[in-house]
């Protein structure tokens, strides 16, 4: 079965660190591209970054996070990571790790999207 | 970075019901827009991808359509276990951004 599942959450102090991981089983990993995405208490869905499979490399990062989170991968043991620091109370949320996919598109750049959610585990800086 | 705007931001329907929810862009996104469906209390699962194409596993009753601006999602024959908050989310570039959500309650 295709599965990710993060860990790592809890209860935190503001300016404090915390790391997550994302555990992932039932695909071959290193090919596949791997978003962090958030959701505060009752709000929507906030993407907040990704990196990319071993073969394209790099990271990309929305504003609100760049320089604060930092996603890595270790694709030998399948994890994902996101090392949150500086935490503010605005972090509080439900972080879910999700693999991403994509469908090729001929001259052009490929569909990218989303096609497996982990469960999700809860910060809650306070 | 490019703005998504969901409306309704809420409605109400009846089983067997056809709904349509839009989707909005700030640019020109072509089809890079996906839909995904989050029931209460569980993770978002993704509905569509590139506009139109139906994940595996979804039922035919969902369909997207549209291209460019204006997106939409559809919901044919409404089935009670289609209460959730669906979510459009653009991936013509980073940062990706999501829709705000439309919650559908089923009387």
């Known amino acids: 079965e295709v599965q990710l599942v993060e860990s790592g959450g809890g209860l935190v102090q503001p300016g404090r660190s915390l790391r997550l991981s994302c555990t992932a089983s039932?695909?071959?990993?290193?090919?596949?591209?791997l978003s962090w995405v958030r959701q505060g208490p009752g709000k929507g869905l906030e993407w907040l970054g990704y990196?990319?499979?071993?073969?394209?490399?790099?990271?990309e990062y929305a504003a609100s996070v760049k320089g604060r989170f930092r996603i890595s991968r270790e694709d030998s043991k399948s994890i994902a990571y996101l090392q949150m620091n500086r935490l503010e109370t605005e972090d509080t949320a439900v972080y879910y790790c999700?693999?991403?996919?994509?469908?090729?598109?001929?001259?052009?750049?490929?569909?990218?999207?989303?096609?497996?959610w982990g469960k999700g585990t809860t910060v809650n800086v306070s | 970075d490019i703005q998504m705007t969901q409306s309704p931001s809420s409605l109400s329907a009846s089983v067997g019901d056809r709904v349509t929810i839009s989707c909005r862009a700030s640019?020109?996104?072509?089809?890079?827009l996906n839909w995904y469906q989050q029931r209460p209390g569980e993770a978002p699962k993704l509905l569509i991808y590139?506009?139109?194409t139906l994940q595996s596993g979804v039922p035919s009753r969902f369909s997207g359509r549209g291209t460019g601006t204006h997106l939409t999602l559809t919901i044919d024959n409404l089935q009670p276990e289609d209460s959730a908050t669906y979510y459009c989310?653009?991936?013509?570039?980073?940062?990706?951004?999501f829709g705000q959500g439309t919650k559908l309650e089923i009387k």
């Open positions: 999700v693999r991403g996919n994509s469908m090729a598109r001929p001259g052009a750049y490929s569909y990218y999207y989303m096609d497996v």
């Open positions: 039932g695909f071959i990993f290193r090919d596949y591209t």
């Open positions: 640019q020109d996104i072509v089809k890079y």
């Open positions: 590139a506009a139109s």
């Open positions: 990196i990319r499979s071993e073969i394209y490399g790099g990271t």
């Open positions: 989310q653009q991936s013509f570039g980073t940062p990706y951004t």
